[in-house]
Structures are given as structure tokens and as C-alpha cells.
Nanobody
Framework: VQLQASGGGLVQPGGSLRLSCAASGLTVDYYAIGWFRQAPGKGREGVAYVSTNDEVKMYANSVKGRFTISRDGAKNTVFLQMDSLKPEDTAVYYC????????????????WGQGTQVTVSS
């Protein structure tokens, strides 16, 4: 099983990025997917979550209204659209797959991607 996160980069405040989490060895439609981030010197933070069958989507309060999680089963990929980016969104972003009972607890996920760096700076 492999989760490949990509799409990070350097963007100015107010800009947008779309992160991708491409899966191999598992079918994303059958898993709940979470996006997490970790900024330098800080703990890992749950950012967004989509349940199996897209029934539930959850967002951290800090990104609600700016980030959108979506799934493309045909591409076996989950996306995180990030708009109105702020400097405090700067972090390494990770995707994870599993069946968590609490979506923002990373330890409850079974598989993790390697992370992609997002830097928001002018």
C-alpha cells in the first residue's frame, strides 16, 4: 500500500493550491481519508476528513470555509483544495487512510503518505 501526496509548493498569501493523494494497493472509495499537517515545532494537526462513501466531511476550524476535500474514485485519488491560504497554513501536509473513530487522531489511521511541503509567504 502506498499513498503519494503531491501538489505542495510556495504560494503567496491569498493564493490557492490543490494537493493530491494518489493511492496504490488500496481503493480510496473503501477507506476514510484524512489530511493532516505539521508545522515546524508543532504537533500534527488534523485538517480535513472524508468518510467512506463521502457521507461525512470534517474540517479543522482553522481551515473551514477555505479548504475542501474531495475524492475521485476513477483516479483512486483524494484531493485537498486550499484557497485563501495564510502564512499559518505553512506546514508539511500528509494524507492518511483508515477507519478512525475520531477523525483528527492520526494514530487511528492505518496508512500514511510521505508528505508534501506547503509554504505560504510573500
Amino acid at each position: 500500500v502506498q499513498l503519494q501526496a503531491s501538489g505542495g509548493g510556495l504560494v503567496q498569501p491569498g493564493g490557492s493550491l490543490r494537493l493530491s493523494c494518489a493511492a496504490s494497493g488500496l481503493t480510496v472509495d473503501y477507506y476514510a481519508i484524512g489530511w493532516f499537517r505539521q508545522a515546524p515545532g508543532k504537533g500534527r494537526e488534523g485538517v480535513a476528513y472524508v468518510s467512506t462513501n463521502d457521507e461525512v466531511k470534517m474540517y479543522a476550524n482553522s481551515v473551514k470555509g477555505r479548504f475542501t476535500i474531495s475524492r475521485d474514485g476513477a483516479k483512486n485519488t483524494v484531493f485537498l483544495q486550499m484557497d485563501s491560504l495564510k502564512p499559518e497554513d505553512t506546514a508539511v501536509y500528509y494524507c492518511a487512510a483508515g477507519f478512525p473513530t475520531t477523525w483528527a487522531i492520526g494514530a487511528e489511521y492505518d496508512y500514511w503518505g510521505q508528505g508534501t511541503q506547503v509554504t505560504v509567504s510573500s
